[in-house]
């Protein structure tokens, strides 16, 4: 299944998004929809690597074998994990997972594309609201800065430890 969104700037935003950006179809497709080769590219990119938990190098088996492990969390209850593609193409992936007890947003998106990352995360609140969600929670490494409009949504904002990695860890109330 396929969701397409015409991604329209929020008027508070404007400043920050770009004509390519507001211009953009965005869609929401499962990872069986997805040659593992295409994640290659972001997977592997150091831009992007540098915000995520270390972890070695992707081919294309290993790519294969993360994605069936997406595949099947996509398939947990109160799961939803999508790769996304920005007019027909593929620029990253983003979900909600169990982390432990708690559900957690992930998004993660190739450097090109960062400033379609409020659109998808306000894409995401949407799902965590239809799947009943009362919280959700988001972890960027500590070395990522703070972002203030999470934190003015945040029920609180704490250090968290999570595979040997320290976090800023977002709790958010679904609304």
Not at 58 to 87: P, Q, Y
């Amino acid at each position: 299944m396929v969701l397409a969104l015409r991604a329209l700037p929020f008027w508070r935003h404007w400043p920050q998004i770009n004509e390519r950006e507001y211009m953009s179809t965005i869609e929401y497709v499962t990872f069986n929809d997805v040659n593992p080769e295409n994640f290659l590219p972001i997977l592997n990119k150091l831009k992007i690597r540098e915000h995520l938990i270390q972890h070695e190098i992707f081919d294309r088996d290993t790519a294969a074998t993360w994605m069936a492990s997406k595949i099947e969390v996509d398939g947990g209850h109160g799961c939803k994990v999508r790769a996304i593609n920005v007019d027909g193409q593929l620029v990253g992936w983003c979900g909600i997972q169990l982390e432990g007890d708690k559900y957690e947003i992930a998004i993660v998106i190739d450097d090109s594309s960062w400033g379609l990352g409020i659109k998808i995360f306000h894409e995401i609140m949407s799902w965590a609201k239809s799947m009943g969600h009362e919280e959700v929670y988001i972890h960027f490494l500590h070395t990522r800065p703070k972002y203030k409009f999470l934190q003015k949504l945040s029920k609180r904002v704490y250090q968290s430890q999570i595979f040997g990695s320290k976090f800023n860890t977002y709790q958010l109330a679904v609304k």
